[in-house]
Each structure stands twice: as structure tokens, then as C-alpha cells.
């Protein structure tokens, strides 16, 4: 049984989400993030780069404790306001014919701790480390965990009837994605949502490993401390936004690698045999049609891959994810790539038109060989989660993208 719980959010008022709401910060290029920072006062980017107002890189405890500050600031100034009464926080995100509708809740560590919330990728304990110093220090948590459910009509009820009213949010990023933010205080409509997720066996983490990893870790040290601890504090939960799967979207990580291990592209090409049947492709652009095949652009020509079943065996969900299959045959005894994480001869890439950068960037000699793939499916994350099991890095890269700021987790 899930737990799901409300809260009192802290939230920018009616007439600032719009100029408040940010994207996560790696996304801005240099020359994007001075402008905001210089002409947004109000953007949520002040809090999470507080070194610009002193106009000096700041960095670890320092910077921690000037978060804060800056988040006491927003606070001060009635940038923020908190809520009265705990809420749950229906948020719908909207760009061409993509719709996604879930909710902000808080999240029971405990649940993490027991596997009812579900893994499939590893963290660095010392990330972890790192990020719970920083949520002990900031007091806050502004970065959802991701986390999937299936579909279900009474959650589903309750949000329809909710999206019929006029919404607390209702704005239009520059990017051109409509974000709108209901909240849902009646006891009747917090008891129902609660009661579906109490009938779940499991939630499915789709990004946010470290945050929920670090999440937990904070709350087995502050539990330590706390003579008087009882399971209700803050702490013993974490911020999530849960959807359904039907509304997410999973997208491929292409892998480009630097060179081919010494080896000529004919004997490469040779060794590739062993696994995979060879179609060179003459139609242009090539992309996999399918899983276990892949697409890989070699020497100014596209070649599809489809995997010899005879020559490798499934003995697990994770022997059968693409992203396992390029590793066990190519990556790693072919090409020498054993450290997918941290070895910088290999790259990713992902979104709109990647192919074509994968393509020039091996054209341009960047690296000798590019490979594409299917993307990975709902269900075999699950399959992955369910089992124990943990995928490659890069194995996913899932929409939606929440904007910060609009919802914040005090602990």
C-alpha cells in the first residue's frame, strides 16, 4: 500500500508563478540564464544561484546557506505565501499534442525504505551525501521526484471534475508549454485519492533517483537525532509529483563513442557479425524500427543492426533492455567501454533531431561511430524495478519536465 499525504505548499502568489517558475537549471545556455538573472527578479533561479547577487561563483556550504537566505527573502517579500490548508496539487503541463496531468504530494520515506516505491537506477552514495547536507541546510525541497502509477478511473474522476474549474496557475512559458495548477483541499477529495493509492502495491520512480535516495538518508539521520522522533515529522517525507503512465513520455539516449578500440571499420564491422546481422542502409536517415535492432551510423553510411538470437541468450528484464544489448555485445567487448558513467570516450544525446547530430558529430570526426535505439517502454522499467534490477546509465530520458518554483516541500 502507497502512502500518499498532503501539505502546505509554499507557492509564489497568483500574479508571480509566470515569472517565478524555471526550468531546471542545466538547461539554461550562459547567455539565457544572465539575462533572467538580470531582468526576473522574481525567478526562481535567484534561490538556487544566490553567488549572482554578490556576482561571485559560490560553491558548497557557503552556497547552501545563501540558498536559504534566499529563500527567507521570497518568503519576506510575499514572493511566496504558504498555504493554510494541506493540499494536494493537481499540475497539468501542455505543449502541441503533448498533455500530461498528475499531482504534487508528499511521499513517505518509509515506503522508499520498504520497496514500495520502486527503483531502477543505482546512486553515488556521495551524491547523496551532498544533496541531504543540502536539504538539511535549504529547509526546503523544490525538486519533485517523478514517479509513475497505473492508470485508475476514481484517480482519474476526481482530477476531471477538478480541471473543470478555474485554476489557481494558468500560464504560458516562452518555450510555448501551458501550465495550469489546481489544488485540491476537500477532505472528500484528499480521503478518495488516499484511499486509491492505499490499493497500490508499488510507485515507480521515472527520474529522480538521488532526490529520493537523499531524501531518505536525511530522514535516517535527523530520526537519530530526534529523541521524540514519532514518523509524522516533515522529514519523513519527500516531495513527488505522481502521474499516470499512460502520460508520460520516454525518449532514447543515442551513444556516440570517440573511436573504435583500434580496430579498421572492416574488422570492426567484422567482429559486430558475431551478433548482429549487417543491413547497409542507402535510404538516408535510419532510425531502429523495433527492439533489438539497432541503427548505427559508421563511416559516412547508416547500418541496421538486428540481434542474433542464437548467439545471445535472455535470462532477465535487464538481458533484454536495448540498452544492455549494445553494452554486452558492443560496448564492452568490442569497443573496451566498461565504465558507461564515466568513461569519456563515449557521449549521449537525446531529443529533436538528434540523429542528425549524431550524425554530423561523426562527420565532423568527433567520433567514429554513433548508435540509435528504440526507446524503453513503461513496462519494462517496472519489469527492471519489479526484479531488483538496475538499468545502464542513459537508459531513459523521460517527459514530463516540471518547472520549479511552483510548489515547495518544507521540512
Known sequence: MAVIKPFKAIRPTKDKAFFVASRSYEEY????????????????????????????????????????????????????????????????????????????CACSVEDYRNDIIKKHEDTIHHREELFADYLHTVGFNAEPVLMTYPDNPTVDEIFQRKIQREPEYDFTTTDKVNHKLWKISYPEGIEKLQKAFEGLDALYIADGHHRSASSHLLAQQLQNENPTHNGTEPYNFFMAYLIPESQINIFEFNRMVKDLNGLSKEEFLIRLDEHFRIEKRSDGLCKPSKKHEFSMYLGHEFYTLHLRRTNYQFS???????????????????????????????????????????????????????????????????????????????????????????AIYEL
Do not use: W
Not at 371 to 393: C, H, N, Q, R, W
Open 29 to 104: 545556455s550562459p547567455e539565457e540564464l544572465q539575462a533572467i538573472l538580470q531582468y526576473n527578479p522574481f525567478s526562481f533561479l535567484h534561490i538556487i544561484n544566490p553567488g549572482y547577487k554578490f556576482e561571485k561563483h559560490i560553491t558548497g556550504k557557503e552556497r547552501f546557506h545563501l540558498v536559504r537566505n534566499r529563500y527567507l527573502e521570497f518568503l519576506e517579500e510575499n514572493v511566496f505565501l504558504k498555504d493554510q490548508d494541506p493540499s494536494f496539487y493537481l499540475y497539468q503541463i501542455h505543449k502541441g499534442d503533448f498533455k500530461s496531468l498528475g499531482f504534487f
Open 316 to 406: 532477465d528484464a535487464l538481458s533484454q533492455l536495448d540498452t544492455q544489448i549494445l553494452y554486452k555485445t558492443i560496448l564492452e567487448p568490442i569497443l573496451g567501454i566498461l565504465d558507461l558513467r564515466n568513461d569519456k570516450r563515449i557521449s549521449y544525446g537525446y531529443g529533436k533531431n538528434n540523429l542528425i547530430k549524431m550524425k554530423e558529430s561523426v562527420d565532423r570526426g568527433e567520433y567514429a561511430v554513433g548508435f540509435s535505439l528504440v526507446p524503453t517502454s513503461v513496462d519494462e522499467i517496472k519489469a527492471i524495478a519489479d526484479a531488483g534490477l538496475v538499468m545502464p546509465p542513459k537508459s531513459t530520458y523521460i517527459e514530463p519536465k516540471l518547472r520549479s518554483g511552483l
